[in-house]
Nanobody, 115 residues
Framework: QVQLVESGGGLVQPGGSLRLSCAAS????????MGWYRQAPGKTRELITD???????AYVDSVKGRFTISRDNAKNTVYLQMNSLKPEDTAVYYC?????????WGKGTLFTVSS
């Protein structure tokens, strides 16, 4: 079992920056591929970025060049640095851990990009 707790949501102006954190507990964090998903109002949840145990990252085109995922295995934490934020980035952001077909989810954190 892995427990995931996201933090860092809030209100940000367009063009601003924000960093989300996801703290993990309950299992060996470094074994898991970690991902960030988001679900905008009225839309389905989508994977926007993930990072493997070896540090390989991938991004969906809509956030490429603006968002950066990173992990600190010593702190059991994965981060999402978000820059040049746009109103369409408004969503609930979920942390995900996966290993061998098993997934765990955080409860999500909401942030809104608005002036």
């Amino acid at each position: 079992q892995v427990q995931l707790v996201e933090s860092g949501g809030g209100l940000v102006q367009p063009g601003g920056s924000l960093r989300l954190s996801c703290a993990a507990s309950g299992s060996i964090f470094s074994f898991y591929t970690m991902g960030w998903y988001r679900q905008a109002p009225g839309k389905t949840r989508e994977l926007i970025t993930d990072i493997t145990t070896g540090g390989t990252t991938a991004y969906v085109d809509s956030v490429k060049g603006r968002f950066t995922i990173s992990r600190d295995n010593a702190k059991n934490t994965v981060y999402l640095q978000m820059n040049s934020l746009k109103p369409e980035d408004t969503a609930v952001y979920y942390c995900n851990a996966r290993l061998a077909g098993i997934e765990f989810w955080g409860k999500g954190t909401l942030f809104t990009v608005s002036s």
